[in-house]
Every structure is written in C-alpha cells, then in structure tokens.
C-alpha cells in the first residue's frame, strides 16, 4: 500500500516509471473535486462521468508521451482539462450549464440539515432557489469563478490556473458577480427568506 502523504509530483514521477498504483492514488486522492467541478458545468451525472474519464484518458496519454510539465500543479492541471472538456461538450450540445448535485439534484437542495423541521427546510429551499437562480442570471466568467470558488472550493490561484487569467481577473470577476448578484436582489426586490 503506498503512502497516502507522497505528494502529487512524486506519484506522477513514479506512475512515469512504471508503478501504475500510483496513479490510481492520484485518482482517488482527487476524483470528488475533480468530478464536482465538471459536474457542477454540465449539470448531468452521466455526461459528468464520461468527461471524468475522458479526462483521465487525456492526463495518462499525456503522461506517457511525457508532454507534463506542471510539475507540483497536478490538480490544477487536470481541473484545467477538464474544464476544457466540459466546455467542449457545451459548444458541441450548445448549452448552458446549470448546478447540480453528484445525483443530479439540485446543487442548493442538497444543504439540508438534519435538525430543521419542514418550515425551517421550506425556507432552505426558497432560499437556495433563489440564489441559484441568481448565479444563473450572471455572465457565464463570473458565474464559473463563483462555481468554482465556493462549491468546487478552489484557491483563486487555481481558479486563475483552470481559467487561464490572472489572479488578479478572477478576483475581479468574483468581486462582480457578487456585485452583480447584490444589484439584480435590489433591483428586483427579491426576497431571500
């Protein structure tokens, strides 16, 4: 059994050299981000899926043929595949992603707490589908950082890594879609509770 606090970098190095169960700790050390992260763009558990290992396939072919580089960047990297994936599969459907849940639920009905009485989850509810239909109502670069930062919990860093813009930009676009989100509450009086 390998040890699971050999970093990133060193099991890329080791699954080059021919130790396949390196990768598969690779895999499972970061398959819920990374799968969250396209799930939460395509909005379908069964397309999700497939982009999951597709982009797998992408990381090994590009491993053997030795193209990596990003050396201690490994899941920005392969969060940057596949987003770059998932993107690709909306310009061949021509779709707009929405956020959902690994089960494909609704992303916001999934913060239920296990002590609310139904009044208490009503309110959750009213309260989640509103902010989603917020977020839905931004441009699609504000709307991704949002996505990314607060449910795929990514640094603004590896925001910035996965978009290809600066820090600077991401922070931005964070800091306008909560603008944004602010003004379309005030504008239409919407009611979050």
Wanted: net charge positive.
């Amino acid at each position: 059994m390998k040890n699971p606090a050999i970093n990133d970098q060193e099991l890329v190095k080791q699954y080059l050299q021919g130790d396949e169960s390196s990768l598969e700790l690779l895999v499972n050390r970061h398959k819920n981000r990374i799968f969250t992260t396209i799930l939460l763009i395509v909005n379908d558990t069964y397309i999700a899926e497939d982009i999951f290992q597709e982009t797998f396939i992408k990381v090994i072919r590009t491993l053997r043929k030795g193209k990596y580089n990003e050396e201690g960047k490994f899941l920005p990297w392969v969060l940057r595949i596949a987003r770059n994936l998932s993107i690709d599969h909306f310009r061949r459907s021509k779709r707009m992603p929405t956020i959902t849940s690994s089960d494909g639920e609704d992303i916001f009905r999934t913060f239920e707490i296990c002590d609310t009485n139904r009044e208490e989850k009503y309110e959750k509810d009213y309260q989640h589908d509103k902010i989603r239909q917020l977020i839905n109502l931004l441009p699609k670069e504000q709307k991704e950082v949002l996505v990314l930062r607060h449910y795929g919990n990514l640094s603004f860093k590896e925001i910035a890594d996965i978009t290809d813009v600066s820090i600077n930009t991401a922070l931005g676009r964070m800091r306008y879609a909560l603008n944004n989100m602010r003004k379309i509450i005030s504008e239409k009086s919407i009611p979050l509770q």
